[in-house]
């Protein structure tokens, strides 16, 4: 389970949202895979199997999914990660993006 930074949480609460299903989005630029970021956030961060990476010069792609539900990040072109491995990321929550599942809107 990923910790909500305690501002996103008030909104989600004020508007009725605790213990209701919702969806998170965040940017592939969001998710880290330095351990830097992974060490000083431990609350945010996951293991994933990387299904896919895409070498794109600058940038390498990695797609993996989450109990079903796609998962892309973008790293530096550096990062050493392979296809079928398991990686810890961890997402930078005070970027993270919250959707009704009825409606399918932002949770502003």
């Known amino acids: 389970m990923l910790k909500i930074p305690e501002g ?8 009725g949202y605790e213990n209701k299903e919702i969806t998170l989005g965040i940017r592939p630029e969001d998710i880290h895979d330095e351990p ?27 797609y993996s999914s ?3 539900q796609s998962l892309i990040a973008r790293f530096d072109s550096r990062a050493d990660v ?13 970027k993270a993006h919250f959707f ?3 409606t399918s809107l932002r949770i502003c």
Not at 8 to 15: E, M
Not at 36 to 62: C, H, R, W, Y
């Open 36 to 62: 830097l970021f992974i060490q000083s956030s431990p609350e945010t961060a996951l293991t994933v199997n990387i299904d896919v990476v895409e070498l794109m010069g600058a940038e390498t792609i990695l």
């Open 82 to 94: 392979k296809s079928g491995q398991s990686i810890a990321l961890a997402f930078n929550m005070n």
């Open 100 to 102: 009704d599942n009825e």
């Open 66 to 68: 989450i109990k079903s």
């Open 8 to 15: 996103k949480l008030k909104v989600l609460r004020n508007q």
